[in-house]
């Protein structure tokens, strides 16, 4: 059903102004801006995904869906998987219980979205896939929040065919990796959540983390010092600012990558 995740959807309220905080943070331009239905898009190829930032400019049933978003801050909104064969997608979908909407097409791509009451709160649009991406530049890992690790667990893995590769408590928390593509889907147990799921933050793949650490100081980002990460042999640095509301972890990968 999934080949991998096409793209992370950031709400602000400002695109110009997200635009250029992306730039900085991710040493790439981004795109064209593109209005339609009320709100203003652009993408900026991150390597292995695309960070898509949407900021309502007027009216329209999808303009009004981003303003609710945005009530309750701006930051990581959406996830679009991608899929090799939509149809094919759109049935599996219509199965195993995700309430789909109608496949619509778009700039030349055809895509649909989940029912998010199916998916306990998560916005997730599937995306009929292009050309495979290239490997080890961009994005990590994506995090998701949840009360309910057993539910979480049978969303990404059983119904959309993620593949788990890792499933333990850390410190009395929960969590869970899932291959998605040339990423990780990391769940991750927050007791402190009602009854809806929580998309939460995004971890970025760099070659030499000291390198970044002072190129995004040096751009004026408060950013932590550089320590040792979760998985072996990595190092990571947290990136507090000009990330528009999505919180944010670079990490240096360990020599050798599952």
């Not at 400019?57 to 801050?73: H, K, P, W």
């Not at 690790?149 to 499933?167: I, Q, S, T």
Request: glycine share 10%.
């Amino acid at each position: 059903m999934i080949a991998g995740l096409d793209h992370v959807v950031i709400a602000v309220g400002d695109l110009a102004a997200g635009a250029a905080a992306y730039e900085t943070l991710l040493a790439r331009k981004p795109g064209a801006a593109e209005t339609h239905d009320g709100v203003a898009t652009l993408r900026i190829d991150a390597g292995n995904v695309a960070v898509e930032l949407m900021a309502p400019v007027g009216e329209g049933q999808t303009a009004r869906r981003l303003r609710e978003a945005l009530e309750d801050g701006e930051g990581l909104k959406s996830l679009a998987f991608a899929a090799a064969d939509i149809e094919a997608a759109h049935r599996r979908a219509e199965r195993v219980g995700l309430a789909p909407s109608p496949i619509t097409a778009r700039a030349g791509a055809r895509s649909f979205r989940a029912q998010t009451a199916r998916t306990h709160g998560v916005r997730l649009f599937f995306i009929e896939a292009g050309s495979p991406p290239p490997r080890s530049a961009g994005l990590d890992h994506v995090v998701i929040r949840t009360a309910d690790p057993e539910r979480a667990a049978a969303l990404y893995g059983a119904r959309l065919g993620l593949d788990m590769r890792v499933d333990r408590d850390v410190a009395g928390r929960r969590l869970m990796f899932f291959r998605c593509g040339d990423l990780i889907v990391e769940i991750a147990q927050d007791a402190a959540l009602g009854a809806s799921d929580s998309l939460w933050g995004l971890s970025w793949r760099v070659a030499d983390a000291d390198a970044e650490r002072a190129r995004l100081a040096a751009a004026g980002l408060d950013v932590s010092e550089v320590r040792a990460g979760m998985k072996p042999g990595t190092r990571v640095f947290t990136v507090r600012s000009g990330t528009w509301g999505a919180p944010t972890l670079m990490i240096q990968p360990s020599p050798k990558r599952d």
